[in-house]
């Protein structure tokens, strides 16, 4: 006899691809972990605003502890190209699966709302997009150059995807000259077969290098999660190949497990060994460096940009 099951209406999951894979532990976050739910009014205008030009964020998709802090603050990360990634990150919260075709009006509604929330540094995000043949660097340039023609005095930070196999398409995306270019490497290699499968740890190092090499002027950072069960050595050697690769700012916090089929924490790091981490990387030379259980790469983007300015100024006095 046949058993019919009825799908029909049925929300599709999140993440379609973890569905079959056992549960892990969700650990007891620690006191230095735990942050206010959003509801401020601030928080409200950023959400309104966001709603009504028809805007993702990655503050929402990746379920950001900082969104109340952020939006209450009228700071939004927008994540571009959808809200489906064509990739399957053991790590991430954004959904994955087959994305829609890319909307020609995106980088106008995303320059309107900076323009909107009076933003002085806006940080943009996408969803990888492996489907298409430029990864999506065209169409990353275009919301760049909307954004400085509705907001010409906004400094503009990109948040990008390492366009594996995509060729020469991120030299249309660092010819629009974006303030910092940040690509995350995200964790050491020897992780990167179960924690970021789709990616190449050299690759995306690479990238960030081809960035100085194509325009020297331009800022370039990346990021790291600990508590997925690397090493502190492991650690610094991440920070030499960032050095190596010319990347100006470091950016170092905890993994938070979004749901039981991603991938564990392995330990939570103390904030005292993030403040050892912070010190070994300014010895390294980065020129900026945030590290704390909370950092994430658009927090604080704003006052962390005029600190890299400073930065640069001050080491060009020097020398």
Known sequence: MAVVIDTVGQPRPRHPEKQNRPDSPLLRKPEWLRVRAPGSPGYSATRDIVRANGLTTVC??????????????????????????????????????????????????????????????????????????????????????????????????????????????????????????????????????????????????????????????????????????????????????????????ITIGQYLQPTRKHAPIDRFWHPDEFKALEEIARAKGFLMVSASPLTRSSHHAGEDFARLQAARRAREAAA
């Open 60 to 249: 929402e998709e990746a379920a950001c502890p900082n969104i109340g802090e952020c939006w209450s603050q009228s700071h939004a990360t927008f994540m571009i190209m959808g809200e489906i990634c064509t990739r399957a990150c053991a790590f991430c919260n954004v959904a994955t699966g087959k994305p829609g075709p890319l909307d020609p009006s995106e980088p106008e509604r995303v320059a309107e709302a900076v323009r909107k929330m009076a933003l002085k540094h806006v940080v943009v995000t996408s969803v990888d997009r492996d489907d298409l043949a430029d990864g999506g660097a065209a169409h990353f340039a275009a919301v760049v150059r909307a954004i400085r023609a509705a907001a010409p005095m906004t400094t503009i930070e990109i948040l990008t995807p390492d366009f594996h196999r995509k060729g020469a398409a991120p030299e249309a995306l660092i010819e629009s000259r974006p303030d910092v270019f940040n690509h995350n490497l995200e964790t050491v290699p020897r992780l990167y077969l179960s924690i970021r499968p789709g990616a190449r740890y050299y690759h995306s190092l690479r990238l960030l290098e081809r960035v100085k090499e194509q325009d020297p002027v331009q800022f370039t950072k990346s990021g790291l999660m600990v508590g997925l069960g690397e090493t502190k050595e492991e650690v610094m050697q991440v920070m030499d190949d960032m050095r190596s690769a010319g990347v100006d700012f």
